[in-house]
């Protein structure tokens, strides 16, 4: 199971930290990435972080504004989104990959997925 929270509402200009928690696995063997979905548009990648936390890979939109961390022992996995845009208003959802390959990241094929958290930036 995983399980969003941090969302909400923010001015342009803003910062929010988002979170992610797993349950019911072994947090440390996945790959843990974060997608958005803004009303009428397709789902997009934002950003992933491999199992050692020394790769990311982040969408050209928000590269130098946010930034993907994670904690194994605490199995959460966090998105810091700074300078935020109107155009950064979705919904967030975290998703996890398992991975034999440490420093792994990708952009799709995920197997575990939260209901995701509603950020929404204003003008």
């Known amino acids: 199971q995983v399980v969003e929270s941090g969302g909400g509402l923010v001015q342009a200009g803003g910062s929010l930290r988002l979170s992610c928690v797993a349950s019911?696995?072994?947090?440390?063997?996945?790959?843990v990435a974060w997608f958005r979905q803004a009303p009428g548009k397709e789902r997009e990648f934002v950003g992933a972080?491999?199992?050692?936390?020394?790769?990311?890979l982040y969408a050209s939109s928000v590269k130098g504004r946010f930034t993907i961390s994670r904690d194994d022992a605490k199995n959460t996995g966090n998105l810091q989104m700074n300078s935020l845009e109107p155009e950064d208003t979705a919904i967030y959802s975290c998703?996890?990959?398992?991975?034999?390959?440490?420093?792994?990241?990708?952009?799709?094929?995920?197997?575990?997925w939260g209901q995701g958290t509603q950020v929404t930036v204003s003008s």
């Open positions: 972080i491999s199992r050692s936390g020394q790769s990311t």
């Open positions: 998703a996890l990959r398992w991975t034999s390959d440490k420093d792994e990241v990708a952009v799709d094929k995920y197997d575990y």
């Open positions: 019911g696995g072994t947090f440390s063997a996945h790959v």
